[in-house]
């Protein structure tokens, strides 16, 4: 069987969480942040200088993480969306002249879109 890549319907709900997702960066809201990464213990997010190992964690970061007052340019967006279900999202970012990337897991759950890996790092500072 093979999956239907990039449906447009499928590729538009997952744009409208990624772009929902970084507004609560651009933001500071934490509710949303936490909201959006799929509450297991499986879910992974690998950060600028953190592991991040489960919802817990993840939420227990986002109450103490430093939040950055530079505005955020987004320079470049890929989605591709595999079935119905599954999303890989690839973002470049751009912050004060330095550059950040963002490549996240999203699965459809039954309370929607959901972040089930996640990592960011730095290209230049």
Same mark, same amino acid.
């Given at each position: 069987?093979t999956? %239907? =890549?990039? /449906?447009p319907?499928?590729? @538009?709900?997952?744009?409208? #969480?990624?772009? $929902?997702?970084?507004a609560?960066?651009?933001n500071?809201?934490?509710a949303?942040?936490?909201e ?5 213990d ?5 950060g ?5 190992f489960?919802?817990? %964690? =993840?939420s /227990?970061?986002?109450?103490? @993480?430093?939040?950055?007052? #530079?505005?955020r $340019?987004i320079?470049?967006?890929?989605i591709?969306?595999?079935?119905n279900?599954?999303a ?9 002249g330095?550059v950040?990337r ?9 309370e929607?879109?959901r972040?089930?890996a @996640?990592?960011?790092?730095v290209?230049?500072?």
């Open positions: 069987m999956a %239907e =890549i990039d /449906r319907e499928v590729v @538009a709900e997952v744009r409208a #969480a990624l772009a $929902r997702y970084n609560a960066i651009d500071r809201d934490i949303t942040l936490k959006l990464f799929w509450k297991s499986k879910t992974v997010r690998f600028f200088g953190e592991n991040l489960g919802h817990d %964690e =993840i /227990r970061y986002r109450d103490t @993480a430093p939040q950055n007052s #530079a505005p $340019r320079a470049n967006v890929v591709t969306t595999i079935g279900d599954s890989a999202t690839s973002v470049v970012l751009e912050r004060g330095g950040s963002q490549s996240q897991t999203w699965a459809r759950m039954p929607g879109w972040i089930v @996640a990592h960011v790092s290209l230049k500072t």
